[in-house]
């Protein structure tokens, strides 16, 4: 109880420190002054709160705010305010409005939002205001000229046919990640068009780039949605601004030498007749541009080219990647359409595959048509917002300076004044004579006025190539309805769970029959960000007028309650607080039977047991509730399923494949690799590492199993006469062995040398990781790693990151050499034994695999490789030195196979092993390695009984579904007949899941089979085995893995 006191108290004061940091203002400006408070209060708007203002009516999750702002701006007409901790914010929907406020040059200055992208982008044409913004916008105009536009489509087509063959290399998969197809595109075009740099051809330092751009744009979309990260020192401090200050300098010290070397091309050219041909080719870069610009009038740095290459990169692929994804996805959805588009290119195009000119895209008419209505539905920067530096007057109401002026393009593009039918899928709304008669500010894909997007052509004629080329080798079929699609409001109007997209191939020298489905997948911001768009709420303390000492103190305090308040809520609900206001998902969980809950801590104290309890613990909540129950832990719903039909619904569902937000916590170490990843990575990944898995792989690692086993019979033979062994020691220093073995191809020699600085690090993050887990208050990452177990987390991961680091590089190099001599064939195929070699033939050859990727996926590998069948062959061995009968057995079935011979044990022995195999099952029942997995439900799901909303964290534990009665009579009983053939014919398949099951199951599952029988036989057949403790007298912790508290002691004897 004092622990638990401690605790709290330790969190409290975390708290108040990060939140009175929080509450310092970050930008001096005073608070609003109105000139005119009683026309303010004219304006409609949400009822709002003292010092909060109206934030709380935007309190939804993320793909329901957009509707929000929409219901909103129905219920209160074509202007409303709202007020937030201070700041007015004024929504308009009126075309004549927005335009008074964008068709001025007063009115050019962006909001606060934008500060958050100047340590990227600098303050460049997107950040930039005043005369620097009005400047750079003159200089820049030129390079997005009609005949400069014309040498861009060479691009355009090139990397379309890279995404075409992408595609068919895929016909045959079922599902195919056209999202993570397309963004790569658009990335290799942007990539070309603004630095000249093709990524097809270059190296490593390239594909890091692209990595940390589509990284770099998700951490801002975090840092927006977290308003205690807007602060700059509190970013800075917390893991997201590290990883942003290494991102930055991957990316600027990129784009900075790419600038050096292409100026110094352009100063060697200078004066030589040739330099004015290949000039011309040199246009087909923008950054090539504004060197030439900078040469020849001196008017921008090579920091000011860095700033508009940057602000390029960033403006240019994500928002053209989810035009050309909603685009695909409509025509997919109404074949009508799709066949009039496809009719308009055979008449451009005829029966040639010939790539696409300017002037073929000029006569694209209606596919222009098909662009600016999907643009229409679904903008690709669904808002955008402006600071008033002067008062306003509008139509109907002045908004005084300092106000904000969001425009919800969104909302604008659904007034069934300009649109009727507003919701309607209708590329007619284009047609020339509807233009016409249309307000200009009716309709702002690209914003309007003189801050327009400059990229706009640019923009269009990209997706015109891209998605003729698609449409001229595919036909499409959208798989989801527009009712079904959660829609994220950030800053690019993304899908939250994909967009689903059968293709066929049109051309007929492949079969029509050969469907491939197509799964759209977007990475959505980072779990644990309240679910609010708000960006002010650091900016309280503004004003002139507090310079009072006392009056600033008192305001501070009261800013600090509220926010450690605020803050106690995003803590305390570790990840998601939106279930304190979701009543009906909240009846939905308390139907589920469960025990009774502690107000705001709910049942946490349950799970709050010594060392060895909570085990013993959840079988109890299992006898009494099963076979579904429910905890609450502050705040959360936990509901735990034990029925093998309710198992079978969560886990063999595609849909269901998410991990629970505990499996964050390993990210640091893994990543995101194939345990902690999900949506179309994690089927990526899978789909790449399953033939590592191969029987034909496997077999090759048999030799390493065996001389890693030879050297544990040895270590234990030198221990015979002696009282008793700790058994589990002895088998992880020995699958430590063989995981690196087969994991890296390198022999760390664990079992005589088990105090080398890597097998260290690696046992300790184990502990660092389980401790954190069951530490709360420990969750969030800003209050971890500024704690002692986070700093040495830290430590522990400069390590083993680095060794891996290191060894991939070695093993790369060692590729390259061997790959160029064909007298090195049979050395590149020995390297086989090791699945990082692997990884890296198939990054290699295909190029889809980044040193990151293949660290991340060997991370999580040596991760659940080494400790998962360390536990699962010391259990084994345990059950057999209390059962002498069984182990006698088992003996005997080795001597059938290997007589009296001392030999190796081969892959064909091994099969032949039918008894062990039972043993081993049987010791899984009981003691499954991973006691417990969990998946967190992005949907509502239906199970026997209950309905479990979205959101609902669903813990699976093998541990009690493995001693269901019905299923194992006697289930405390050590019975490896419970695996007879005849009995495993009629046992429902999710009974029994040491390994998970359905599609995200264990990839790695017979290579731990395979592993456990060659060294439960080595030691079988050269050691008798007597256990010293009884299975009741054993304290068993339930953690990651399922380990005995005080080890496994037995006697061991020679045979």
Known sequence: MLEVILGWFALVILLAVCAFLVTVPYNQDPVLKLADPEGIKRIPGPRSLPYLGSVLTLNVPREKLIKRFVDMQNEYGDIFKMWAVGY???????PDDIETILNSRKHIKKSIDYQLLEPWLGTGLLTSSGEKWHSRRKILTPAFHFKILEGFIQVFNVNSEFLIKDLEAQIQEPFVDMNAHITKCTLDIICEAAMGISLHDKERDDSEYTRAVKRMTQLIVHRQLSPWLHRQFVFDLSPAGREQARLLRTL????????????????????????????????????????????????????????????????????????????LYFLGSHPDVQEKVVTELKEIFGDSDRAATFEDLQRMKYMEQVIKETLRLYPSVPGFNRKLDVDVKLKNYTIP??????????????????????????????????????????????????????????????????????????????????????????LILRPKHGLRIKITPRVTCIEQSSWVEIKFSVTLGAQGTIPTRLTILEDLLRADILRNKMLDWVLTAVGTVVFLVVAMFHVVFLYNWSWLFRRADCTKIDMIPGPKQVPFFGNIFLLKQPEGGLSKQFLRLYKEYAPTFRLWVLGFPEVFITDPEDIEVILSSPSHITKSLDYNLLRAWLGNGLLTSAGNKWHEHRKFLTPAFHFKILEEYVKVFNYNSQILVKKLEAQVGEPYVDITSYVTMCTLDIICETAMGIQIHAQNDGEAEYIKAVRRMTKVVVKRQFTPWLHKDYIYYSSPLGREEGRLLQILHGFTDQVIKERREEYKTTHKSDDNNKSRRRRRLAFLDLLIEMSEREGRLSDADIQEEVDTFMFEGHDTTSVAISWALHLLGSHPEIQDKVVKELQDIFGDS????????????????????????????????????????????????????????????????????NPEEFNPDNFLPEKVLNRHPFAYLPFSAGPRNCIGQKFAMLEEKVVLSSVLRKLR???????????????????????????????
Not at 268 to 276: Q, R, S, T
Not at 456 to 475: I, Y
Not at 1027 to 1054: H, M, V
């Open 902 to 969: 001392g030999r190796e044990a081969t892959y064909e022995d091994l099969q032949q092993m039918k008894y062990l195999e039972q043993v081993i099952k049987e010791a899984l029942r009981l003691y499954p390695s991973v006691p417990a997995f969990s998946r967190y439900l992005e949907v509502d799901v239906k199970i026997k009984n209950y309905t479990l909303p979205a959101g609902t964290q669903t813990p699976i534990l093998p541990f009690l579904i493995h001693r269901n009665p019905k299923v194992f009579p």
């Open 1025 to 1055: 085995l007597q256990s010293l403790d009884t299975r009741e007298d054993i304290p068993l912790l339930l953690e990651l893995i399922l380990r005995p508290k005080d080890g496994l002691r037995i006697k061991i004897s020679s045979r």
């Open 401 to 490: 300076a300092g106000a904000f002026v969001p425009i919800a393009v969104y909302a604008l593009h659904r007034n069934p004044k300009e649109f009727p039918n507003p919701e309607e899928f209708n590329p007619d709304h284009f047609l020339p004579e509807k233009i016409q008669g249309r307000h200009p500010f009716a309709y702002i894909p690209f914003s309007a006025g003189p801050r327009n997007c400059i990229g706009q052509r640019f923009a269009v004629l990209e997706e015109k190539t891209v998605l003729s080329s698609v449409l001229r080798k595919f036909k499409l079929e959208s798989l989801d309805n527009r009712e079904n699609i959660d829609v994220m409001f950030e």
């Open 252 to 327: 600027h010290s990129f784009t900075g030498r790419v600038i050096r070397e292409r100026r110094a091309e352009y100063t060697a050219n200078l004066d030589a007749e040739k330099h004015f041909v290949s000039g011309k080719k040199r246009h087909l870069a923008f950054l090539d541009l504004l060197i030439e610009v900078s040469e020849k009038e001196g008017v921008l740095t090579d920091a000011d080219i860095r700033e508009e290459v940057d602000t390029f990169m960033f403006e240019g692929h994500d928002t053209t990647a989810v035009a050309i994804s909603w685009a």
């Open 88 to 94: 007015l914010y004024v929504f308009l929907k009126d």
